[in-house]
């Protein structure tokens, strides 16, 4: 795509994107990955929970809390991968989100 002047100056503010360019502009296709996926959707608390206690082999969330660190790490690490957010994971678990951040990392 070409535009009429250079991208600096289009989006300098929001009045310089106008007529053509504007109607150009949020018509095209997004190439973010993420905001295509239309089959993600959040689980339930109950269905992270479930989930969790599947793929962490523990028969309460909050067991996992008082796992030692090393275990613990690793079944954060598996809850993240099961499709279990951060903040849903810390909620349920008690485990504070920026363990679970550093864990992520």
Do not use: Y
């Not at 993420?34 to 599947?54: K, N, P, S, W």
């Not at 598996?78 to 903040?87: E, F, P, V, W, Y």
């Amino acid at each position: 795509m070409t535009w009429s002047r250079p991208l600096s100056h289009t989006f300098g503010t929001l009045t310089d994107l106008a007529g053509e360019d504007l109607l150009r502009f949020v018509s095209e296709a997004c190439s973010r990955e993420h905001l295509e996926d239309e089959g993600a959707r959040r689980l339930t608390d109950r269905e992270a929970i479930v989930r969790l206690c599947e793929v962490c082999g523990c028969e309460s969330v909050q067991e996992v809390a008082r796992w030692n660190g090393e275990r613990r790490d690793q079944a954060i690490r598996q809850a993240l991968d099961a499709g279990i957010s951060i903040r849903q994971l810390a909620r349920l678990t008690t485990i504070s989100k920026s363990i679970i951040e550093r864990v992520f990392r």
